[in-house]
């Protein structure tokens, strides 16, 4: 909730996890950079209308490509 006008994000190096719900309510998101550092992705991270800067061969790729 107190998200609400966030519109970029940058997760820091050595960032390991995304939990559920981090983002979700975060409506004005637009993109979201993911370090490779980060493994785990929880459920319903953020709306899926966002773009996601990720590095080739991450895990989050991985988990962008199922999201598509």
Request: aromatic share 10%.
């Amino acid at each position: 909730e107190d998200c609400y006008n966030l519109e970029n994000v940058v997760l820091p190096d050595g960032c390991e996890e995304i939990d559920d719900e981090a983002f979700f309510c975060c409506v004005s998101l637009k993109t979201i950079e993911i370090p490779p550092s980060v493994i785990y992705f929880g459920e319903n991270i953020f709306p899926l209308d966002i773009l996601m800067v990720v590095k080739q061969g991450s895990e989050a790729e991985k988990y962008a490509k199922k999201t598509i």
